[in-house]
Structures are given as structure tokens and as C-alpha cells.
């Protein structure tokens, strides 16, 4: 039972490389923190695509002599999280097809949300769909639209299209890259020498030495060719709605997304809640990896020292074997040990980066407890997660949502803190350094920007 | 550089059986010898498909755990080899998609010759292809008939479709399996207690225990549901051009084909090349497995004693390790192995099933003269073949068909045999006890049934 | 529950050839047949040694690059049954270590009687064991005699072991091949220009190209170094004790054994038990492979036609998903199926090579029946197996013997068989050639060579 | 070209739990950090061992059906660096044998000086050597010794050894772990209920749930039997040579080593850095993971605030296809990404736990420089590296360790910084709160407790 919510993709693509495909699987190990069941890279030569797809990490999937085959001067990349059971390969993207004018390659990360209806309304004239995923459906909107010249067809198909798109695409002649009108996710412009590179963490392009140019803008469409690269708005901007849980959680805080530094946001993210929710308290240990930035920041607005309280194991692999006798707490333990030495004692102010179910939360402190702890205060630095998201990212049903169905103190009570603090929607915008006109925060205040269908 | 035919499929699919994908998986294993590069199977459960398709032998694609998870009281399997280099797992087979009126499941035997016209068709309508096989096609035409009931899509359908085909089908409740009007290639039905079983050879059914009923019929239609069997002919039966070559090379001996035993069938064109091209000779010595029917047969004709004088090695894998050094004649000992003290001082009848490219030939013939022969004859167990093959079989193309493009005597030079003889038109009609009406013979006539296309 | 003797091993051995793993990997691959459970090559590159051993087939252990690093102009190899479940890799051979003078690799094929007395003296002294295996004993006798020069050494050591022998070894300069004086297991000399080849049968030399020379002798010991080939007999000549079951049923046909073809031997098996023990019938049918030269003897003599009656599928691999649903005689059909169209209405022979435990044979000649054969007629080309084998052959335990424990008329009536003859004694040594003065027959006359430890 | 110093080891056992492989398997899962190349378990069941070794990570050696067969009230567990590339495998841990007196298995962290020597003495009485490691002398000095009881065989053995060993066996019917004299490597002992635990690190305890008890003394011996637990000290005490660089660099920070807290030593060590080489600067910036909790000292120290200034990536394996094309200090950024929204314009302190042959170092810096620092000053939290150690770690050799060879000027130039300071000798004791009679630090300070041999 998973505790936290999951980003599902990450896209890359990258023209004009006499190595693309090692280009983008270096990319793509950049941004692997945002899908590890599988990886997949479409490159282009001479008007013909070449594809490998796997499951597994970046480094399982592609080796030396798998990528050495996909030759070729551009190419297109993706990782994601794969949310259903069965069938894990043909879900994997980049989705490849045929078409009429030639092969169409596509990497998509976001969720179209009126995908059953569009699929429906294909269907019934003819269309035939291999994979479960919503992003097959652009592949047929393009298709029917063959009389067209490619950017034309798919512009005409995107506009078709609700909810959160940043997409990748290769055609027989062109990369393009384009973010939905809402600008949900993100997706970067990057450069290096001759090269263009997209990307949807500008961390990609560190790894690489590309220097980051600026983001692709929502309702924009930028393809490269071999005049270069073109831009066009191909719809009216709608009110921005970029997801502020990235800058709470998914994205590497290395990355500049939607311009702002990760690491920066959640600083102040940590700052506010200590202004908002201060107590007396002698050291600030973060919940690892993903609450450190906060605690940084916590601990420099309310002096009280930072510590690293509890120790994180990165060795932890997908696979664990569970032993048979029961471990008190062995869920977490196996990946995160609170140090007595540390903790002995004293008053603790424990950081994390939200709160899903709670039952992470509460094993954590447990062991904070028992590791000698006098007091233990629990901080989020983000408001209550109350509601699902619909744009790309994996989240239990509001059910499970344990902000979405109790109340502070009995949360406090489950948890089995001292006390409980979350982060206040002020405090939330406040730390992005912009209004709440800006961002999509659903999660949070369940402000849909778009319809939601009946089939979530 | 292969030089041998190459069946390229074989189908399976059962209904009502409470294991049918254990029971799938047992067939394709039976009918390993007509596929070796990939295997799959999908099973039908409360309208659901499941599946699993997979590169390499039966064997090697199916643990116990992948089948227990294919459940269903129906199934459909599919073992194929390949014959393009790239992305060979999206050819694997069986097929799925998601049309609107459901799943559909579809494994192919045989080819499409009119596949490019009606690709090309299909795609300026706005279809999208995901392999680059022929099958996918009835795919597409079914999915444009989303107002039929499904059957009726079906006929209509295949009655556009022109070549070599023995389907089976699963869809969201019924199994269905048709041949093309010719009969190209085999699929036969059985039966055990409620259980109907249809397979490309009898062998499959000998494994699980079910009982030969009869073919499918060229033209005929059968579909299973949850009321039982229905058949119906779709097309008025052409002329009957059953594939020869079955019963020459690519069934297992064991199987029956076209209603006649592979084995008995082989015996007599032994028999009849016994006595058109009967010699003097001390044994009569089989080129191991293929030839031994034929040879038997020869054998008996001749009352030349039948040896084992060449011993194959049934241990040899695909991947073989090739010393850079050269030993003389490898390739072949590898796998064959002739042994002097049979051959020694002897004359030598050789029999082989058929003669593509006479480089194997040669070496073998080079290796029993080494092993002491004193006179080494080739005969042939069946014609010249003089023409490739389009209806689901891999052959050379025609510039590397020896008899293609030399004489009896100039082949019999290259091969270095005393002599060299293959067995007449008439003689291979006359050991399948039936005239040249019912059999396509096209790679040793070049009498096509049906129209050739450019684009082969 | 194994229905048949396994051998346990070969071994292999080339000297002065610039591609020495390579070789040995072939020879290996050409002897596969007598032992599947792991593979191994140890080569000798200036004075220091190479080695990659695992569990598999040849083909699966060894790759291009594994292979590549085995350097060395002089290398040895082994293949071998593992009878024990656990820790099989420790046992694979060849084994290794380093002693006082430098590495030694050791490949063994027998079986030596005295190892646990030897073992208890050797710990006693303080030796340590690795590996379950008998083999390793002998590392130790070396050892203990650091002193002497290597071939002194070894010399001394195998006078110490009781039992089966066949023994190549590397040390830091040379290549050793030796034979126990009973010559229980073959070991045969070979020659491809200036590279000297040691084979446990011939076939791996025709594989690469080497000319066999002549058998290593019982009791001769046999070295290669920089000057070229060695001789000495170290011991007394015992009375010869040759397994007559490697041409029973081991050896592969194509292979010569003790001087004689197999091939020819089985045959003459064949022709012996068709003048003891002929019978009215249609056709003569193997059990495919073991019974098939047998057959065809049988066939010549008894001039009925020699017919595949049973047909094997050579594509079963090691593992196999059995059906939860019981499918009759499943075990058997796996691999053989009997074909109506030969047996039907038939008086049908069937030979098999030898019959262990009863079972398979049970199930075949039901299949046969079931297939309508009108008699089954079963002829063994051997005599009755009654007593366990402890010279390097997995057996049955004497009570799991059918024949050591029921007469013929309870064997016949418990595989329903028409009749059932076995060859007499005299009849398998006289098809041997050879009167019964060379040979160990114990697993059928129970008159073992040598003295039989409690431990077994 | 590695540029850490690498542990070579982790040893683990457990006595008296019905789970026993499972506990193993999670205490070498938490120890992980000390040895990535090989895993192994050994279990003791009724008096038999089983086990299973591996190469690589704990997770991929063991699955859940593996460890099932390992079964047994006790077992021992190893996880290992290799620094030797041949044969991995036979080198792996625990080094298992059987003696007169029934089986023994061993694992060992450390490394004997005195191995070659003993070696040459064992070989040359006969014993052979299966492995390159040095601790199987152990098995054969024990060996040597049949007529003593296990333990007094073990006391005289050990006491021939020179150098480092902490060491856990398993014999047929006791579990016994022993330090070496000088305590050179760290061994704890911890329990849970009725069972005893061992392990090189307390982190390991923490995660099965076990409570420290107390480290395992230099010099003695501890033995577990049906009856309990037993000590002995069976060597008078060195002077104490505990590792000085496990507090620097190898222990995990949530691990009690030689009593002591590792988190808070490395906090001191950058307090005393911070004490003794104070800077002006605006961010105080670790190398991640080693730096940090020095980092976290140096900014409490110096009440400069602590930053993230570089990020790593955690996703980072073992294999890395490297592009051909150069990216500039690519070693270096597929696993740190300094960041330039913090590091722009400010003066930097880089803190890192030791500097070994300042090419990672110089890389760093550059990309902290390319990031936009205004000046950067490298801080390393122990003395300058200056020789080799023979203790069980892999250092390179002393012609590679940068401060071995040249000043600090020299050095400071080489890897760029605006200046440069290692921690003092004084600074490094003093930060163990513990004087230096306590501590090896003979990499720092070239006084090797020990004689040291020529071979190496």
C-alpha cells in the first residue's frame, strides 16, 4: 500500500546529436526519480525510426549494444510509473504506429481526462487501440487527419484533447515538443552547441552539459527540422494551472521547474511552516530524502539545528523478501533507521513533504519514540492532501486520504504525535513566490482546471 | 545463410477447457518445430483477455507463474519464426487489440499477398499500424464493421483478404478459426469430452489427449460459443491448393495433414524415388531427421539396407560459438556427423527432403567421402525447387535456389556426387495419393494460385 | 523418477593449439549427451590457469566473451549428471587448486570406490573439502607429495584409488591423461597436426577436425609438455573391465568405444536378440533414439520392416509445465508419440535399448495399444538390469531394479506386453565381439571388478 | 580509477531463531555499504550447512526461494568488495569445508599480513588451496588441529595470525565470532529475546529489531552452543588499533562503532575542521552522502548556513554506458549536480570526508565554479591520506594518494579551490574523544601497528 503519490512519467527528445540515443538514455537516468517500471527510446535515421522498450530502471533496460543499434541524429525517450497490473510492455512508451505518411513516435507525460470518450467516438469508426493508455488516442487523432501536413494534423488533434499534456513526438522528419494550454506539467528547452534538447527537468540537461533555454510555454508547439527550430502558439494560453506538487515533491530539487529552483521552493516551503507552526523544540530532523530541503529551511528560520535524525538506506530495491515473523515497523525500518544517538532525549521536530495516508507517519514517529525522542512534532510542508489527481499522477482514492476524512487532531491522534502541523495554502503560494492564479493545487483545494469525466 | 525452407507458424486455440492456456501452451510445444523465434498466448476470461507473448522457445516464454496468470476457459496460441531482423517482439503473436465492440486476439498462419494495397487503403483512412506483419490488416477491416455483429464482420473481411491463411480468433465471447478458400496451409479440429481444440497439426492434439474429428474445410468458418460449435462456409472453395511442402518438409511426421499421415506420405515419395531413380548401392543412409521417412521408404522399395550412416546432435542451441579458426566443413558437423564405419568402402544412396541452396548438400557430401565412401548418390525426396514461396513461408529468393538456375548435371557437379537424382512432378503427386488439383506446388511449378504482388 | 542409467561425465583435454578453450568447448558440446548438469574449462596460458565452469548445457555457459578470456594453448574440460541437489556448482568440474608447486585443474569420468576411507585418512591429517565429490580426493594425494616432481606424484596418488578412473589434468606445465587399470571408463587419443587431443569419445574429435589415434590403455599414464607426448604404464594391467553399458546405451552411435563402432555394437545387440527371441510380426519399431540401431539390426535379421512407429519431439527441454488436469501418460508423450497410421492393426516389435525400472515401458506400450496395434511385442537389447553401477553411472537403487526383484512373466504382465524377451548374456557379448573376459557386465551379472565400500 | 578508500567487508551472524538465513539476509541488506561484489549465507540445520553464495548485490543473490532451502537455527552471512578480477566467485564469502571433524564455514572482515608466509608452510605439508583469498589459511590451520575441540583448535589458530580479523564461523554445532587483538575492524554483538546476534555494525541490529549489548572485545572469543553464550579472552591485548577511517568514511552514520556514535563523530570532525581551518564564506555545502553530517558540524561550528549545494543521484548502478562523445567531468555528474540557484555568486565551503587522489575533487570544484561561486574552499574532515593500508580496506597504492606525493600547495592548485585544509592528526582523536593509543590511523600517519610483508 503505497504512501505516497507517484509522478508517472518523464519525457525527453533531443535533435540534432550525432549520439542521440545515448544523449537521451542519459537523460532519461537524470530523470529516472520520476518512473522506474519502464524506459523506452525512439531514435531517427534517415526517415526511419529504431525503438527499444523494457521494464525495468534506465540501466537495466538499455545496454551497450541495445542503444548501439538505435542509431541515428535525433530521439525521443520516456520513463514512467506504470499503475496497472497486467501487460506492463505494451503500456511503455514511446508509443510507436505507422501511419499513412509514415512512423509517429510519441512520449506523453500528464493524463488526457476526456481519453474514454475521444477513444469511444475512434473506435466506433474503426480505430483499434493496442495499449491501455490514454496517450494512444492522439496517434489515431493524427492519423485521421492525413491529408494534412504533420504539424497541422497534430495541432488540429491536440486542440481536441482535455487535461494535462507535455508531449514528445518524432515523426519521419521532425521532432516536436508541446505542453498543454493549462501548462500542467513541465517541459524545458535546452541547447548545446547545434543540439536542441526537451525535457521535462532541466536536471536532463545538466548531466548532459546542455544550458537550459527556457520552458516550453503552455498552448506552445516547438518542432525542429533541418531549417531548425520553429515555435507557434497553437492555443489560446488558458489560465495557467502548473502542478505545485512538483515543486512539493516529484521533481529532482536540482531541477528548475516552471523557472523557479525545486530546491529553492521547498527551502521556503520549510520557512513558512516554521513561521506558521513554530515550536519549542531542539533539533529539526528531516523525513529523508524528500524532506531535507524543508527541514533546511525550518531549521534556518527557527535556528534550532538541523540534524539528520534518521538515516536512509539507499541500497533498497524493488524486491524485498519479507521475513515471515513479523518486524515491528519493518515497512519503514527497512528503509529508514532513527539514530538514539541523535534523538536521545530531546524535543523533535520531525519535517516531511506531505502526509497521504498516514501510516508511513506513524510508524516513523513510533520509532522516533522508541528511539529515546521526548517530544516529537510533526510538520508538513503542504497543506492536506484532500482530493485525487486526474493530470498525471498516481494517487490513492480519496478514501484513502486520511486529510480528505478526519480532522487535525484525530489525524495527530493516528499518527501518534505530540503535535501535528500542516502547511496553510498561504504559506503553500506563498513559497512559490506567485498567486494561487498560477498553479494547479486540486490536490489540495480541489479546484479541478478542467471537467473531470465519470470514468475515474 | 540458411538453406532449408522455413514454415513460419502455428495456431492453436481451445474452448471450454477449465486449464485452456496449460492446455495452449502444451499444443504450441507440440508444434515447436513450425516456430521457433517467438511464442504467446491469450485466454479469454468473463470476456477479458489476458496474454503473454515472448521471444524464444515455448519453453523459455511460459513459466509456471506467467500461465497462471493467462486463466480462462478458452485460449489461443501462437509460435512463429521471424523473419526481419528489428522489434521482433511486436511481431509475436498472437495479435490483440481493443476495437469497440471489445478485445479481439487474432494468430495467423500463412501470408497476405494483396497486404501492401490493402495497407496503404487502411491507413489513408486514418489506421495506425503497430507491426510491420501482414495479420494485423484483418485487424483493421473487422474494426471498420463495428456495426456488424462480429462474425458477419469477420466474413466480410476476410472475403477482401487474397493469400495463405488459417486464422483462429478469440473475441470478447467466442473462438473462432477459418481457412482461406484455397487451403493453403493446414488447421485441423478435435475434440476431447466437451473440450474443441483447433491446431495446424494433429501432433498437437495427440499431446493433450484430444481426438481428430476432421480440417476446417478451405472457405469454412467455425466459431464457438457458449451454445457449442457453428460452422459456415464464407466463400465458395477455389480450386484446392494445399501446401506440398507440408507433407514433404515442415510437419512432423507424426501429424496428419490435409486427412493423410505425414510419415506414410514421406515413405511413399521414398518409395517412388526408388523407383524412378533407382541405383546400385550398398545402404541407403538418411540425412537425419527430415530424410529418415523418405529414406525408410527407399529402403524398403530398393531392399538397399537403411543405416544410420550420418548421426545428428540434437543438443545443438541457436547461438553457437564459432572458433575463429576454421575447421573444415563446421557448419554442417556441428549438427551431422557421418561415421566411417558405415560409410567405409561403401556405395552410398544419400536421401535428403529437398535441395534449396546445395551448399549443405555439398559438405555433407564431402564428409561421407571423407568417411570412406566409395560412391556417394543423391537423391532428392522431392522436385527442383524453382520459385519462391508467398503464401507464409520463408525461401531464399530465387537467384539463390540452385535448381532455379543450373541443370541437372551442373548441380550435380557443385554438390560433388556420383550422381544426383530428384524425384518427378508425377512422382510427388503420386505419393500423395492424389492429383495435382488438390496441392499447391508453386515452389517446384511456379503455378501460383493466386495473384503475385510487386511489392514480394 | 528417472527410467534409465545416466552416465556422469566426460572429460576432455587438447594440448598446443592457439584456440584450446574453443576446442575444448566444442569437444565438450560434441559429448553433451553424458552429462548436462554443468560445464567447465580450465586453460593454461604461461604457467597460470583460466577457468569459467557453471550449471547448464555447454551452450549456456559459455559465451563469445567467457570463452575469450579462457586463453591458452592448452586447455581441459568436463561435462557432467549431478546427482546430489544441493551446492551443485562446487561440484562442477574441473576442479581446482592451488598447491605447493602451482595450479592443478582435475576433470574426472568414473567413480573411485575407496573415497570415504581415503577421505577420513586425508581430513584426519588435516585436508579440507571442498566439494561432495570423490574427485577432489585425489588433489590431495598429490599434494602430500610435493616433493616428487608432478607426474611422480600423480603416479603414486592413483595407485591409492580404487575404482573408476578416467582422469585428464592441468598442472602449471603439462596435460595429463590417465585410465584406471580396469579401463572401466574410455578415454581415446587423438591428433589434428601438432595438437594432441584426449577425448572421452571419438565423436568429439570428428567435430574438430583431430584424427583418433588409438585408446589411452588401462593402467597408462599419458603427458604432454614442451617436448611433445609422454607414455608409461604406472600400472599392472588388471583384468580388463570395460563398461559394456557405454555401448548399451551411453555412448553416443557415431562414436567409437573400446576400439569398437557403437553404432556397429547396437546393431549386432539388435541381430543377437532377433535370433533369440523372433517373433511373428508386421513391423519392427525403436523407442527413439536409444532403440533405434538396435532396431534396424533387429529388422535386417529378422528381414520385418524396421517403421518410426513412435516419433520423439526433440525440442523438450529440461523444465516443463506439467498440466494440474491429469492428461493419461502424459510423462511419456511429452516426448514420444506412437502414430495410429503405422500401428494400426499391426504385430508390432518394439526395441528398446534396456529396461530399468518398468514404468516408461508400461506407458509406451500402452500408447501403442491405444494407437491400435494388435500385439506388442517388447525386446530389450540387453540383459536384465539387476544390480546398481558404482563406477560412475547414476543408477537405481536395487529395490527401484524391476528386474532384480520379478521374474519375466510379472515384468511382461506388469508393462502389459504380449511378450517380453531380453538378450541373454552371451548375446550381449558376442555382439560386444569379445568374450566377457573385457568387460564389466556387473549391472547385469553383479560381478563387480572390485571390492564394494559400505558407504554406497 | 577509483578515488575512495573502499571496506572490503561485512560478517553477520545469528544464533537460535527459527528464521535464522531470513535475519541474516536483512543484517547483510543493511551493511550493504561495506561490499557490493558478492553475498553468501550459510545456515546450520541438525548439524548440516546449507548455503549459497552470489556476485553481486544482497537482493539479486538471494530470492525468496533460495533462502527458503538455506534453512536452520543459525547462520553466517558476508557481503564483500572484490579486488581481484578473475574467479570472483571462489572468493566469495562465507569460505565453507568440510573437516574430520564435520563442516565449518567462515566469514572475515579484515586481512591477514602474515597469509603468504603461512600459505607457503600449509601448501608445503600437503594442504591445497581452492581460493585467493587469504582467510581460508584459517580453515586449514583449524584442519591441522583434528585432535583438539573446535574452540581450543580455533584459540591456537588464530593465535598464528597476524593482521586484521574479525571473524564469525559456523561449525557443526557452534556459532563463534573472534576479534583480532588489536581490534583493528569492529564487531558487535546484539539480541533479541533468546537470541544472540553479530554483526560488523549496529545499524544491522536495528533493523531485525535486535538491542547492542556490547562490542566483541579485542582478543576475544565468543561461542554459542545449546547452552548459551560463552567468552573467552584467548590473546592478552595489543595496544588497541581500532580503524580510525571507520568513524571517518566506511561505518553508516546510524551505526555504534568501537562504542561510539558514527553521526556524531563525523559532526565532530567537521566542528573541529571548522575550530581549526574557519573560513569566511556564505554557504557551507557537503559532498553528498560522506559530507554531510561533517558539513552539518562545520555549519553548526561556524554558524554558516548549511546548504544542499550539490544533489546526487541515488538512481546511479553499477553499469554505466559512458557516451563516446565527452561530456566534461561526466564521471563526476552522473552522480553529483551542483546547483546554481544556490552556489551563484556565494563564497562556498565544500566539505568532504577525505581526499584520496583529488581527481574527484578537482571535478567538483570546476562544476562548483561553472555553477557560479564566487570563491570555493575545500574542507576535508580528516588528515591527508598518505599510505596505503594492509587492514582489510582497498586503498591504491601510495603513489596514487595525492598528499603522499605533494604539498599542500601543490595540491590545492590541482584541484582548483581558493584554498585548501585537511583536519590535523590532533583534530582527528581529538573528534573521537579518545586519545591516539586507541586508534590505527596508519593511513594518516604510516604507523602500522604490525609488521608488514613484503608481498604486498
Known amino acids: 500500500m503505497f504512501d505516497s503519490f507517484k509522478e508517472e512519467c518523464a519525457v525527453f527528445g533531443i535533435w540534432n546529436h550525432p549520439e542521440a540515443s545515448q544523449m537521451t538514455y542519459l537523460g532519461l537516468y537524470a530523470m529516472q526519480h520520476r518512473g522506474q517500471e519502464s524506459a523506452g527510446i525512439v531514435s531517427l535515421e534517415n526517415g526511419k525510426h529504431k525503438h527499444h522498450k523494457g521494464l525495468g530502471l534506465v540501466g537495466d533496460v538499455f545496454s551497450e549494444s541495445v542503444l548501439s543499434q538505435i542509431k ?54 474503426g480505430a483499434i487501440f493496442q495499449a491501455t493508455s490514454d496517450t494512444e488516442i492522439l496517434l489515431h487523432l493524427i492519423s485521421k487527419r492525413n491529408n494534412e501536413n504533420f504539424i497541422q494534423a497534430l495541432k488540429e488533434s491536440v486542440l481536441l484533447l482535455e487535461g494535462a499534456f507535455s508531449f514528445v513526438l518524432l515523426s519521419q522528419k521532425k521532432m516536436v515538443a508541446l505542453r498543454d494550454p493549462h501548462g500542467f506539467r513541465p517541459l524545458s528547452l535546452g541547447k548545446k552547441e547545434n543540439t536542441y534538447v526537451v525535457a521535462s527537468e532541466t536536471c536532463a540537461f545538466d548531466l548532459i552539459g546542455a544550458e537550459f533555454i527556457r520552458d516550453i510555454d503552455p498552448g506552445e508547439i516547438v518542432w525542429f527540422d533541418e531549417e531548425g527550430m520553429h515555435s507557434e502558439i497553437y492555443a489560446k494560453k488558458n489560465k495557467l494551472s502548473q502542478c505545485v506538487f512538483e515543486h512539493v515533491y516529484f521533481a529532482r530539487p536540482d531541477s528548475k521547474v516552471f523557472g523557479k529552483s525545486v530546491y529553492e521552493s521547498r527551502k521556503r516551503l520549510g520557512m513558512f511552516l516554521a513561521r506558521e507552526s513554530g515550536v519549542a523544540a531542539d533539533i529539526i530532523v528531516p523525513v529523508p530524502d524528500s524532506g531535507v530541503p524543508a527541514a533546511i529551511g525550518y531549521s534556518q528560520e527557527s535556528k534550532i539545528p538541523f540534524e539528520l535524525g534518521i538515516i536512509r538506506n539507499h541500497y533498497v530495491g524493488r524486491t524485498f523478501i519479507q521475513p515471515s515473523q513479523s518486524i515491528r515497523d519493518f515497512g519503514v525500518k527497512i528503509k529508514l533507521n532513527p539514530q538514539s544517538e541523535v534523538l536521545q532525549g530531546k524535543r523533535v521536530v520531525v519535517i516531511d513533504d506531505s502526509l497521504v495516508r498516514g501510516t508511513t507517519s506513524k510508524k516513523i514517529i513510533n520509532l522516533i519514540r522508541q528511539a529515546g525522542a521526548k517530544e516529537v512534532h510533526m510538520r508538513i510542508a503542504s497543506p492536506p492532501t484532500v482530493s485525487p489527481c486526474y493530470y498525471g499522477v498516481d494517487t490513492p482514492q480519496k478514501s484513502q486520504l486520511i486529510a480528505a476524512n478526519y480532522d487535525l487532531k484525530t489525524i495527530n491522534d493516528f499518527i501518534g504525535a505530540d503535535s501535528l502541523a500542516y502547511l496553510s495554502m498561504e504559506g503553500l503560494f506563498a513559497s512559490m513566490e506567485s498567486d494561487n492564479q498560477h498553479f494547479c493545487a486540486a490536490c489540495f483545494n480541489e479546484k479541478y482546471p478542467t471537467a473531470i469525466y465519470q470514468n475515474h
Open 72 to 125: 541515428g541524429q535525433a530521439a525521443i525517450g520516456h520513463v514512467r510509473y506504470s499503475t496497472t497490473g497486467q501487460n506492463l510492455i505494451s503500456n511503455a512508451q514511446p508509443l510507436t504506429a505507422e501511419l499513412y505518411k509514415g512512423p509517429v513516435a510519441i512520449a506523453h507525460n500528464g493524463n488526457i481526462v476526456n481519453y474514454e470518450k475521444l477513444k469511444k467516438e475512434l473506435s466506433y469508426t
